[in-house]
């Protein structure tokens, strides 16, 4: 059996992998090794619980709230926010720990739990494993009035949402934007803080109902978003996954501006201003080589991590770095939040939009990326790639081929049971054919017999 956390918590399929057993179980764990580690200092402990808009959130949540209150730890539920409101929340009201019910990007049927330590971080992986060897054991459990209790706090979002509208200087007035909210967790409060912010705002896939969460919209699913940008003759528009803890853009024309493209543009922002902390920006190994060219030519220093942005974020803060992110659009402003904020993120972009005049595709010009493919290969046996002579020597063999004008990049999921097949080469032509000749290898290594 492999580790139950992945690189952003337990997810899996609701009610048959993360159930309400599972979900009670780890919230009275993660009390009692947070209280082992002295992280309750001898208080009454105070936890923040909240979800995301799938169904199952409301059962799990339930199961989480019961397992913290029957640990001692009182409860403030949240309700539906933002994986980044709910670390916000765990900072500024000074919570011991916060629990997110959310599978972020994935389907619908899927959920998971995320975890934030005092002050809105995620655990790292010591914790995670304690937390885990600690499932399902006996403990003396607590009575009477040292039971937790349980209040909900209906300001939360917003208070979110001034938070993050106070973090930028400039008005967004005159800037047509169009969000895509996926039916997720920041339907509320995205439009809300665009539009406090002095955008005009047209909010699309905002209306939750349970089942639709990521359902054809979203960061994941942008076709809505770019035909109603173009439609509407928007300046930009915005997708957010279905938990808000990313954000991705498309420009007036339609074209979609990523990850890479937004950390390169508030990175040569922040360096202007003078905000840009050890004058660097933190990437993971999926970052385009585009991206890190263009870094190069702003002389701006890129640091790599692993995929996740729970080792982005190690990495900055090991460092005192104030920006990182992924391809993906997590994106981490790290003098403003403690997480990626997909919200946040959108309402900087726009900012600097604002400041220089200049379109978003323009801003995104300093970025030209090599042509990528990404192939996930599924029902594959994800531990045995590291011993896969033969998938090993066909990567050998397309590096050669490359010659140092492309790469090559093989990774197991921490989110999925899938492994990742990455190629970056001079031609689209290239890179498919390379990434399908890899995930041949893979599948014929390492399918499941």
């Known amino acids: 059996m492999g580790r ?26 993660a009390a009692h090794v947070l209280a082992d580690a002295g992280a309750f200092e001898g208080h009454r402990p105070v936890a923040i619980v909240g979800r ?18 029957s640990a001692g730890v009182d409860v403030l539920q949240v309700g539906v926010l933002p994986t ?28 998971g739990i995320k975890f934030f330590a005092r002050g809105g971080h995620k655990l790292d992986d010591t914790i995670e494993d304690a937390i ?27 208070r979110y949402v001034a938070y993050l509208v106070g973090t930028i200087s400039t008005p967004l007035n005159g800037l047509r934007v169009v969000v895509d909210c996926a039916n997720g967790a920041a339907s509320v ?15 699309i896939h905002a209306n939750p109902d349970g089942n639709n969460i990521n359902d054809g919209c979203g960061s994941t699913h942008m076709d809505d978003l770019i035909a109603m940008v173009r439609s509407s003759g928007a300046d930009i ?33 922040m360096r202007e201003m003078g905000t840009l902390a050890g004058n660097t920006v933190v990437s993971t190994v999926m970052a385009n080589l585009g991206f890190k060219i263009a870094m190069q030519q702003a002389n701006i220093e890129v640091r790599e991590t692993a995929v996740g942005d729970l080792y982005v974020l190690e990495e ?63 029902g594959v046996d994800r531990e045995q790639l590291a011993s896969a002579s033969a998938v090993h020597s066909a990567v050998a063999a397309a590096e050669t081929e490359l010659a140092g004008n492309g790469r090559v990049l093989l990774r197991p999921s921490g989110t999925e049971p899938v492994i990742r097949v990455m190629v970056e ?15 041949g290898v893979v599948r014929a290594e390492l399918s499941y017999a």
């Open 4 to 29: 139950l956390f992945g690189t952003d918590g337990v997810r899996g399929l609701a009610n048959r992998e993360v159930t309400a057993e599972l979900a009670l179980d780890l919230s009275v764990a």
């Open 52 to 69: 995301d808009t799938r169904a199952s959130g409301e059962f799990l949540e339930a199961a989480v709230v019961a397992g913290l209150a």
């Open 84 to 111: 980044p409101a709910v670390a916000w929340l765990v900072a500024s009201t000074g919570a011991d720990l916060g629990v997110m019910l959310s599978a972020s990007h994935n389907p619908m049927p899927d959920n």
């Open 132 to 158: 885990e060897k600690r499932l399902g054991e006996s403990w003396d459990r607590p009575v009477g009035a040292d039971v937790g209790r349980i209040l909900t706090d209906p300001d939360a979002g917003d």
């Open 189 to 203: 409060v995205a439009p809300a803080a665009l539009r406090r912010a002095g955008a005009q705002v047209t909010a």
């Open 237 to 269: 528009g915005i997708a957010n996954d279905g938990d808000a803890d990313r954000c991705l853009a498309v420009d007036a024309s339609g074209a979609i501006v990523d990850g890479d493209h937004i950390l390169a543009i508030l990175a040569s922002g």
């Open 316 to 378: 900055m803060r090991a460092n005192g770095f104030t920006l990182g992110g992924e391809q993906s659009g997590h994106v981490v402003l790290l003098e403003h939040a403690t997480t990626g904020d997909g919200v946040l993120t959108a309402l900087h972009l726009l900012a600097r939009m604002a400041q220089t005049g200049k379109s978003l595709a323009d801003l995104a010009s300093a970025v030209t990326k090599l042509p990528q493919v990404l192939i996930n290969v599924r």
């Open 425 to 439: 080469a001079p031609s689209e032509e290239q890179a498919t054919e390379i990434a399908e000749s890899i995930a």
